[in-house]
Nanobody, 132 residues
Framework: LVQLVETGGGSVQVGGSHTLSCVVS???????MGWFRQAPGKEREGVAS??????EYVDSVKGRFTISQDNAKSTLTLRMGRLQPDDTAMYYC????????????????????????????WGQGTQVTVSS
């Protein structure tokens, strides 16, 4: 049974930085892992993924966010910089649960949709609010 527990949500000023952490247990290491987010009224969207040290980012966070994984501590981290109001969302730590996507990029793009959400294991979410 996969368990993912996020910590680190909070309020941040525009242009600021913030770090989210996720403790992971019970998951296969042969799957994509990463972060998704969901703003009110919007579908859940991928943010960043990591698999065997290879990272993927959606365009809106490239150059601003960094995902990393510490296998010894079973921790997934998302460092966020130059935060903007559009980054305000509930952030979810995620682990691909079934081999449904040909790549982590595809998982990021499609894994959060209502049709595909059950192919991923999710944490409970942590809120990040960016304000001026």
């Amino acid at each position: 049974l996969v368990q993912l527990v996020e910590t680190g949500g909070g309020s941040v000023q525009v242009g600021g930085s913030h770090t989210l952490s996720c403790v992971v247990s019970g998951t296969s290491k042969k799957r994509c892992m990463g972060w998704f987010r969901q703003a009110p009224g919007k579908e859940r969207e991928g943010v960043a993924s990591i698999y065997s040290g290879v990272t993927e980012y959606v365009d809106s966070v490239k150059g601003r966010f960094t995902i990393s994984q510490d296998n010894a501590k079973s921790t997934l981290t998302l460092r966020m910089g130059r935060l903007q109001p559009d980054d305000t969302a509930m952030y979810y730590c995620a682990a691909e649960a079934e081999d449904r996507f040909p790549s982590c990029r595809q998982w990021l793009w499609h894994g959060g949709s209502q049709a595909n959400v059950h192919y991923t294991s999710w944490g409970q979410g942590t809120q990040v609010t960016v304000s001026s």
